[in-house]
């Protein structure tokens, strides 16, 4: 088993210190936040052993679980990475791409393996249709939420449009090409509304929102294709798989036919993909275990999660220079 220990024990860090307590995968040490009060709380109420300093937990395993805020991820990481220890970031994996991108040179200079908390990746409704998606030309996602204090520290992009650059980022094989967007900040200093437009190199366009301050919650995500239409619900763990082929010469009574303007005739019909009950969390920290028990490639790579950050940049810089 690997030994595991926590930085950062708040709402997300305890969840974390929880399901890494029930994990086969690791031994949890402990943890370690700057708020040594709440972490004494923590301490007494789940029994979770609290170090004093972040020096002496890193010293005491194998692996760093970083939940901290996004501005001391790069720190974090930086003084566990030189002791030799695996880390997994939550996202994103830092305040600039500077940071990540030295980040990845010290998991490669000190042999250590690195994983980023992209937990959709992890949707059991997104992993029952990745494989379906190939070559997406028109992508279209709304991840909206509900307003909530926690997180209004940085943009809207960097809190939750990142999840979304990073599945599509993982569903289309091509290069960024332009991007243009437009923000609306109504009760943060930075934009609570989002809306970018991503060009890919092989004419693929994604058309992203993201808002903080809705009357409701909502993650879908819709993916457009030759011959077929994909549509994944990140929030109710569902996924729906339109697919069309050449329609047959006798249709059934219930075949769904279309014919166009020149007479060719499609079918329409329905996959629906068996979606797996899981816990994306859990998930995401077992298969970070297996990648290092195994020596394979981390699921959610240190440069994939630099991509995503480096696009959300590109996304921001365009809203501030409109």
């Known amino acids: 088993m690997l030994k595991v220990g926590v930085l950062g024990a708040g709402h997300l860090g305890k969840i974390h210190l929880r399901l890494l307590n029930q994990s086969s995968n690791y031994e949890l040490v402990g943890f370690y936040d700057e708020n040594l009060e709440n972490g004494a709380k923590i301490e007494k109420e789940f029994g979770y052993k609290q170090f004093q300093t972040i020096a002496t937990l890193i010293h005491s395993v194998d692996v760093i679980d970083i939940v901290t805020p996004t501005l001391s991820h790069y720190k974090c990481a930086r003084v566990a990475i030189k002791s030799g220890k695996h880390v997994f970031i939550e996202k994103p994996i830092s305040t600039t791409?500077?940071?990540?991108?030295?980040?990845?040179?010290?998991?490669?200079?000190?042999?250590?393996?690195?994983?980023?908390?992209?937990?959709?990746?992890?949707?059991?409704?997104?992993?029952?249709?990745?494989?379906?998606?190939?070559?997406?030309?028109?992508?279209?996602?709304?991840?909206?939420?509900?307003?909530?204090?926690?997180?209004?520290?940085?943009?809207?992009?960097?809190?939750?449009?990142?999840?979304?650059?990073?599945?599509?980022?993982?569903?289309?094989?091509?290069?960024?090409?332009?991007?243009?967007?437009?923000?609306?900040?109504?009760?943060?200093?930075?934009?609570?509304?989002?809306?970018?437009?991503?060009?890919?190199?092989?004419?693929?366009?994604?058309?992203?929102?993201?808002?903080?301050?809705?009357?409701?919650?909502?993650?879908?995500?819709?993916?457009?294709?030759?011959?077929?239409?994909?549509?994944?619900?990140?929030?109710?763990?569902?996924?729906?798989?339109?697919?069309?082929?050449?329609?047959?010469?006798?249709?059934?009574?219930?075949?769904?036919?279309?014919?166009?303007?020149?007479?060719?005739?499609?079918?329409?019909?329905?996959?629906?993909?068996?979606?797996?009950s899981n816990n994306a969390i859990l998930d995401e920290l077992e298969s970070f275990a297996d990648a290092i028990n195994n020596n394979t490639t981390p699921v959610v790579t240190l440069e994939q999660a630099t991509e995503a950050l480096r696009v959300a940049y590109m996304i921001i810089d365009r809203m501030q220079n409109k």
Request: glycine share 4%; net charge negative; hydrophobic share 40%.
């Open 97 to 276: 791409v500077e940071e990540a991108e030295e980040i990845i040179a010290l998991a490669k200079e000190y042999n250590v393996k690195g994983q980023v908390g992209h937990v959709e990746r992890f949707n059991p409704a997104f992993k029952a249709v990745k494989d379906k998606i190939e070559n997406p030309m028109f992508i279209e996602t709304h991840r909206l939420a509900e307003f909530n204090p926690r997180g209004t520290d940085v943009p809207v992009v960097l809190d939750l449009m990142i999840h979304d650059i990073d599945a599509i980022l993982s569903v289309v094989k091509s290069k960024v090409k332009n991007i243009s967007a437009s923000g609306v900040s109504v009760i943060s200093d930075s934009p609570d509304i989002a809306n970018a437009r991503i060009e890919f190199e092989d004419g693929c366009v994604a058309n992203i929102t993201a808002s903080r301050i809705s009357m409701k919650n909502m993650r879908k995500s819709r993916f457009f294709q030759k011959d077929a239409y994909i549509s994944v619900d990140f929030l109710d763990k569902i996924c729906e798989v339109v697919k069309m082929k050449d329609a047959p010469e006798t249709p059934g009574d219930f075949d769904m036919i279309l014919q166009n303007a020149e007479g060719v005739k499609k079918q329409i019909y329905y996959e629906n993909p068996t979606v797996e």
